[in-house]
């Protein structure tokens, strides 16, 4: 293969694009032609080489386009129902209301969202004392670098078992900024 060069290049995943991200960045870089090797990194790092003719465009970089895939760009095209501010009461009173209103709109809940600083961790540690990490209630908490810190978003879908592309409904509560908890309980 005189005229021909291996050429590696690496597709970097955005955090919260999940396993859907991971087949995206795979199916396009499977539609190159001459692929012979593919790495996958769990921090988002798909490596990958290929064959490249001498003739071909020296510049070239495989671009994937993950908007549709993160939470932010998902919501941003479903209808919110913004429910208002989280100031008194306990956190699970209203988580419990954002649930009873996915259900009264016939809706499935798929995940949580929030701020990618987000203070709704320290809400729930401090107001219900339950430690939050990567689910909430039972459901994935995906965070988003787009979202406010003080937002929690309930993506609810038509079906059961959907999944975040499916998203159709969400629904919005603010929660009380980190530092001013301790009135809002």
């Known amino acids: 293969m005189n005229d021909y060069a291996l050429r590696e290049d690496t597709v970097e995943i955005p955090p919260g694009a999940g396993v859907e991200g991971f087949l995206h960045a795979l199916k396009q870089v ?3 032609p001459r692929v012979t090797d593919i790495h996958i990194d769990a921090r988002g790092v798909v490596k990958y080489s290929h064959w490249v003719r001498e003739t071909e465009e020296v510049g070239f970089q495989l671009t994937v386009d993950f908007d549709e895939l993160c939470p932010y760009k998902i919501i941003r095209n479903s ?3 913004d429910l208002g501010y989280a100031g008194e009461g306990s956190p699970l009173g209203h988580i419990a209301r954002m649930f009873e209103r996915a259900e009264l709109d016939h809706m499935h809940c798929v995940s949580f969202v929030t701020g990618a600083a987000s203070s709704v961790r320290s809400w729930f540690r401090d107001c219900a004392q339950m430690k939050v990490v990567n689910q909430l209630m039972g459901l994935p908490l995906l965070t988003d670098r787009f979202l406010e810190d003080d937002t929690l978003i309930l993506c609810t879908a038509f079906g059961r078992g959907a999944e975040m592309k499916d998203v ?3 629904y919005r509560i603010t929660v009380p900024k980190e530092g ?3 009135d809002a309980c």
Do not use: G, H, I, T
Request: aromatic share 0%.
């Open 30 to 32: 499977l539609k190159l």
């Open 79 to 81: 209808v919110v129902v």
């Open 168 to 170: 159709r409904m969400s």
């Open 180 to 182: 001013s908890n301790a």
